[in-house]
């Protein structure tokens, strides 16, 4: 029984008798076996054996023998052996013409690989870029002709236009897409089509062969066989090597399809026939890239996550945070598939954003992150780090507790930031006014790091901005017990918190302290005996202020000014009124009968009372920038 007998060069189906390849031209040379069959039957002759010619002979009985075909074997007879001659070495059969086919028991040789030099001329070397003109990825792509050139469908995926390598045109329209693996895209200067494979002409177990991704010389490598044709739009090929995305050719160099992104090795997948789709680009209707993205690619997590490691390959850190975190959102089961690469991401692309110095851009993108990644701890410390850098302190320290929280081992670095985090933060509370919320931040710290001296010294100042001398006092004395370097620019304000000192005495210089950094003098005063106030000591003003709001816990009658007087504020001149206060008490520094002009509360007005030139001129005053000194002592 015989085989179907193939071209050598394309592998098709080869009809009995034929002389010649119908597909591919190629000649077939047809076995002369006449001339075979009398040599070995006289070579069985001079054997004394004959029985095992009757299968040759049934076979030369026809008039030809196909090169493909086997011959019958008497199921009977013993196996064959080669004729021997008495105790003499075995006769030689007759030489065979170099023209005829091989022996009959031969299997066909399987087709040479078809040449990438033709290939290598039309392919085209296409650039994926999105919205912002970010690279996405390379691509190959071959022209089809009628002005367009086909590319595989997920090239497609995030872009917004497509680039030829050689810069002359750039692509924004797709002409046809199909989802199963191919896309044509509007390019009137694509080039020469290639040849195409038509469905008809593939048959199952014919070989196919891919195109390399880098320009190469010599055959293409083989990477599968067409299992069956599914009609004239499809084929369904076996896959034998790793071709995802690329093109595939048969044994004549002719494009067959673009192979699925899903393809794994060993199974059979679906591929389009490029040869259908001139026809179906009749009735299709150019569309932009973008709007293909967004109703194709945008809903789809799987595309999504797939887009962020292309931005990751060309080190756009915080373009792929964004899709990792909105695969997470649009497929909640890719939560731990995304989670880590996305947790590096996070820290690659606020290094990046510190170097650009834009790391209030990327501020939303971390947000997000902490929000969506809430059990990784690098994404929580880097957007503290990233909170910090932008003086947004306070919330600092939440991002960074809930790092160290997190962490298994919580690392030297991590600890240095939420101190420094602390600390700021304590700072801020203190310039806003705020010494009651310093306390409780700098407390907080401490319970965590209770021998840090920068933070007890932070602590001492806010006690005693928030008018609480003897712990200042105690506070303060316990950093110098832990950091004997501090004692020098400590001691003129522990001196001042002594019992005597901390109201005065008569006669006694005052000395008040201030943080140097924070841009004003603030203290705390006492008004008329009874009410104490925060207050900002402005040597530059000529005149005490009190807001509305202070005057009237003091118990002012604002009815009954001493005078009216006009002053310049935020929204133009006012009418204001000027009372007189029985008495103004600064740490011990007492002035009676002191003017006030009282100003509405707020952003136009008066935060907090205002000590001017009219009390201070009382004292003989020194200004220690440098230290945050203030030393008011009496003029006698």
Known sequence: MSSTRRCPSCWSALPAGARACAACGAEVTVARWRAVTWALLLIALASGSAWWLRGWLADAASPSTESGSTPAHDEGAPPRRAPEQDGKAAVAPAPVDAGEAPAANTAPAPPAAPDSAPLEKRRLDIVARDAKARTLRFATGFPLGGGVYAVPANALNGAAELVRGDGEF????????????????????????????????????????????????????????VDRVEGPGSVAVVVETACAERFLFDARGRAVGVAPSQAPVGASARVVVLASLPERLRSAHPTPIALLNSNVFDPVGEARRERAMLYVTSGEYAAALDEYLVAIELEPRL??????????????????????ERVAQLLPSLEHAARQLDREPLVHYAYGLALLDEER?????????????????????????????????????????????????????????????????????????????????????RVVELDPSQERSLSAILAALTPDAARGRPGDAVEIRFDPKGGSIRSRATFDDRTDADVVIDTGATMTALPTSVANDIGIDLRRPVRMVTVETANGKVQAP???????????????????????????????????????????????????????????
Do not use: W
């Open 170 to 225: 750039v692509a924004h329209d797709v002409a046809l897409f199909d989802a199963d693996g191919v896309a044509l895209i509007v390019d009137a200067g694509a080039g020469e089509a290639i040849e195409f494979a038509p469905a008809h002409d593939l048959v199952a177990g014919a070989p196919l062969y891919v195109l390399g991704e880098k320009a190469a010389k010599g055959p293409l490598a083989r990477c599968g066989t």
């Open 335 to 356: 939560r731990d598939e995304c989670a880590r690469p996305a947790a590096a991401c996070v820290q690659l692309a606020l290094r990046t954003a510190r170097l650009q």
């Open 393 to 477: 302190a306070e919330e600092a320290v939440g991002a960074l507790e809930r790092a160290r929280e997190l962490s298994i081992a919580p690392d030297r670095a991590m600890d240095d930031a939420l101190r420094a985090a602390y600390l700021h933060a304590s700072e801020h509370a203190r310039a806003d006014g705020r010494p009651g919320d310093a306390v409780a931040l700098v407390e907080g710290a401490l319970r965590r790091y209770p021998q840090d001296a920068l933070l007890l010294k932070s602590l001492g100042f806010a006690y005693y901005e928030s008018g609480d001398a003897a712990r200042a006092r105690e506070i303060l004395a």
């Open 578 to 636: 000027v009372v007189k206060l029985a008495s103004v008490d600064l740490h011990g520094a007492r002035v009676t009968n002191v003017e006030a002009v009282v100003l509405p509360d707020g952003e136009a007005g008066l935060s907090r009372p205002l000590i001017g030139l009219n009390f201070l001129e009382h004292f003989r005053m020194t200004l220690d920038a440098e230290h945050g000194v203030l030393r008011l002592a009496p003029k006698n």
